[in-house]
């Protein structure tokens, strides 16, 4: 099966622009995850939708960050207006789903830099 | 949330077994142990889970102590590809997300 797609996987922008990071999951995953590790610090969850349904956005840093999952299938994470401590790492996960039984089923990532 | 103990890093020679530990003391009876791993350049890769008994597949083995208080990791022969950071992760609720720690970061020497 097609794993979790992310994408860009590189994106560098300046300080007040945004981003629109797109997240593909595993079809037929109902739970999609996004996480982020800043530079020297842990993987931090951000929030997680089922389907379409945020189930938990307590990670979410500010308002400055939207995210979607508009039919229950890809998600995108807009960032608006960027800031320099927004750059980092931004994954993606999915898992068929909740439970103790379930693995998450990471993407390779975005990179965001903020200039 | 259980709280886990790793050490920062290890080392292992190639084609050596590598046993790497985990003290989760507070977690609790239905927590899953979870392990995951992250490569260089890559998202975090799913290892292997288990509650009470050891667990097998193809990539590692998990012993979990009797009192579930610590468990071990253990690939049997290192390869360079399993150099990374090792995550041991205890699955508080069914519905609550992984929540990541600092890891064991894992060097594997030719």
């Known amino acids: 099966e097609a794993g979790v797609t992310q994408f860009p996987s590189h994106s560098v922008i300046e300080k007040g622009q945004t981003v629109t990071l797109r997240c593909d999951p595993i079809?037929?995953?109902?739970?999609l995850y996004w996480y982020r590790r800043v530079m020297g610090k842990e993987i931090k969850f951000l929030l997680h939708f089922v389907k379409e349904s945020k189930q938990d956005e307590s990670g979410m840093p500010n308002n400055r960050f939207l995210a979607e999952r508009t039919g229950g299938t890809y998600s995108t994470l807009k960032v608006q207006p960027a800031e320099l401590e927004d750059s980092g790492v931004y994954f993606c996960?999915?898992?068929?789903?909740?439970?103790?039984?379930?693995?998450?089923?990471f993407g390779s990532g975005t990179r965001l830099t903020v200039v | 949330d259980a709280k886990t103990t790793q050490p920062n890093s290890m080392e292992s020679n190639e084609e050596e077994p590598v046993h790497l530990p985990c003290n989760h003391s507070?977690?609790?009876?239905?927590?899953?142990i979870h392990w995951y791993r992250q490569l260089p350049s890559q998202g975090p890769e799913y290892v292997i889970h288990g509650l009470t008994s050891n667990v097998n597949n193809r990539m590692a083995s998990l012993a979990i102590a009797e009192d579930r208080k610590s468990s071990t990791l253990i690939l049997h022969r290192a390869t360079l590809r399993d150099a990374a950071v090792y995550y041991c992760?205890?699955?508080?609720?069914?519905?609550?997300?992984?929540?990541f720690g600092k890891g064991t970061r894992l060097s594997v020497i030719a």
């Open positions: 996960a999915s898992s068929l789903r909740q439970g103790w039984n379930y693995g998450y089923t």
């Open positions: 079809s037929g995953h109902d739970n």
């Open positions: 992760i205890p699955k508080v609720s069914g519905n609550t997300p992984l929540v």
């Open positions: 507070t977690i609790s009876g239905t927590d899953y």
